[in-house]
DNA sequence: GAATGTGAAGGTTTTCACAGCA
DNA sequence: TGCTGTGAAAACCTTCACATTC
């Protein structure tokens, strides 16, 4: 529960993805103009338990009244501010193929202070093209474009073939956080934190749960 | 442990995402020319623990040999099976905005059996047009079309307001398995499967392990 | 000797239940 | 009365360790 060197509670994986649904009901709430929202609403919003919502929320300290509830917008940017998403990341997009120009119009992105300025790829016919107001950059000046433009997280969209390559480039420019859209392990060093998207595995979780009827919880 | 109605032994959300894991290791490891894997070098290969990897396999089944390990081509068939991804599903993609056609073109979507067969729009611009092949439908021919299709998954790639609507008509038309984008929670009834694929929720998690200096493990 | 399969132990996460406060 | 905050209990998941098998 405490962790031995910090003598601070360690916070699990799951805490921290249910904080970004947390911030996202809240988001929501906030424009439907609510003041106060209670672990009740709030966990039936998210499909989770009061209980749940309860104890998330007071690792990071008290926040709510009793009797009363919590308030939704200090609450959202309180949660913003353990997120680290109470300001804009300067975020790199490597590789301009479906999913890399998709994820380039992906307002999600922007929205959440996500704001992709720079965009890479190794394909001439590229090189140059105008996507979404940004030049698509030569992969062959990443290493320095990285550093001139202050990025700070990376969106690997590039086949699996280049992606440990690549990366080891971009782990040399010093970038520490990585989404990973190829499929397959990166190796990076451990002050380095790698995200794997793969969208495959959802279908097949979804083959898995029809295939056996799976019910969960 | 034990499901009091059914008997059987309960598979954890985890258990049944490092099936995918492990089946693309060992697809990898049935090119690299490999007969037998050991547990060892599975979890080696996908940054878990050998325990881990024998405990997740065994619920299954006893498909390993002592002194040996697992014969890599049938394990990975026999997990295929588990996974239900030894056989092809027809799927559609509803919304070919950015994400939607990125998807349409999508590879391993293709590479893992999950075959695209119709696509949805209701803009009418794009309606008619061809995307890898398939011509867009209006999605007001949606009803008839999945069930003509025998489709049995559903991609939903549209804006948030209205994706409740369409994921309404979508369990209408009996379809079972959805794949939703929309960074929304939708209702649907207990025997429809949802998995919701959130990328902003993955560059979240990389702010706060920045920010906090996470070390997860 | 090498590696699986598996009860038991250990650890983590979730839920319960209630004291305490508005 | 209504709802938070939180120790304690329960449930769940992972790792250990070893008997077993090839």
New binding site residues.
């Given amino acids: 529960?405490v962790n031995r060197d910090t003598g601070k509670k360690?916070?699990?994986?799951?805490?921290i993805r249910?904080l970004s649904l947390y911030y996202r009901a809240l988001s929501l709430l906030e424009k439907e103009n609510y003041e106060?929202?209670?672990?009740?609403?709030?966990a039936k919003r998210e499909k989770?338990?009061?209980?749940?919502?309860?104890?998330?929320?007071?690792f990071f300290?008290?926040?709510?009244?009793?009797?009363?509830?919590?308030p939704v917008s200090e609450l959202k940017d309180r949660i913003a501010k353990i997120l680290g998403i109470n300001r804009i990341w300067n975020v790199a997009m490597i590789g301009v193929g479906n999913i890399g120009s998709a994820l380039v119009s992906y307002k999600e992105f922007q929205k959440q202070g996500f704001a992709i300025k720079l965009i890479f790829d190794n394909d001439q016919r590229k090189i140059g093209s105008n996507h979404k107001g940004l030049i698509v950059s030569d992969i062959k000046e990443m290493p320095h474009l990285l550093l001139e433009h202050n990025i700070e997280m990376v969106v690997l969209a590039v086949p699996a073939i280049v992606a440990q390559y690549i990366v080891d480039e971009v782990v040399q420019a010093g970038i520490k956080a990585i989404l990973n859209f190829a499929p397959i392990n990166l190796k990076v060093p451990d002050d380095v934190f790698v995200r794997n998207e793969n969208m495959s595995m959802e279908l097949e979780y979804l083959s898995f749960a029809i295939s056996n009827n799976y019910t969960p919880?």
């Fill in positions: 529960m360690k916070i699990s994986e799951s805490t249910r106060t929202i209670s672990s009740r609403e709030l989770l338990t009061p209980a749940q919502v309860r104890k998330d929320l007071s300290g008290s926040f709510g009244t009793r009797g009363l509830g919590y919880n």
